[in-house]
């Protein structure tokens, strides 16, 4: 099959890979936990929004919309943006950092992240308000 002929089969998006990208920031010398996380986050949050643009369509994601959206209700109870902030952001990292498997932790980015951006969202529209 010469070159011409070759069939070009769709590239699937390395969700994975790209979510490494969201913990660059915390590599960087000038980071500070306790300061700048919610400026991390910020930061990175084209980066978020990219993988959920994907991981959102998947049929992991579709199957626990119920589950994602019950756990969304709970974190709006949190009144403080901030606190409601980190309790995303430490769920998904806690999920992260005890995945058993590569697997499950695939699935940690498909389930939690879509949650992470929107209480992401719900703080900058609250910040803008204030």
Known sequence: MS?????NEPVEYDYMARSADLFDFWQSPEC???EKWIEGLIKSRPIIQE???YVTNTGLFKDSR????????E?????????????????FLDK?????TRMH???VVILCLPL????LDQYTDGQKGS
């Open 96 to 100: 992260v950092a005890t995945a058993p």
């Open 116 to 119: 992470l951006l929107s209480t």
């Open 105 to 107: 932790a695939r699935g």
């Open 51 to 53: 993988i959920c643009a």
């Open 3 to 7: 070159d011409s002929e070759q069939i």
């Open 75 to 91: 974190w709006e109870k949190i009144e403080d943006l901030t606190k409601r902030l980190n309790t995303a952001y430490y769920h």
């Open 32 to 34: 500070s936990m306790e």
């Open 66 to 73: 119920d589950k994602h959206d019950s756990l969304k209700a």
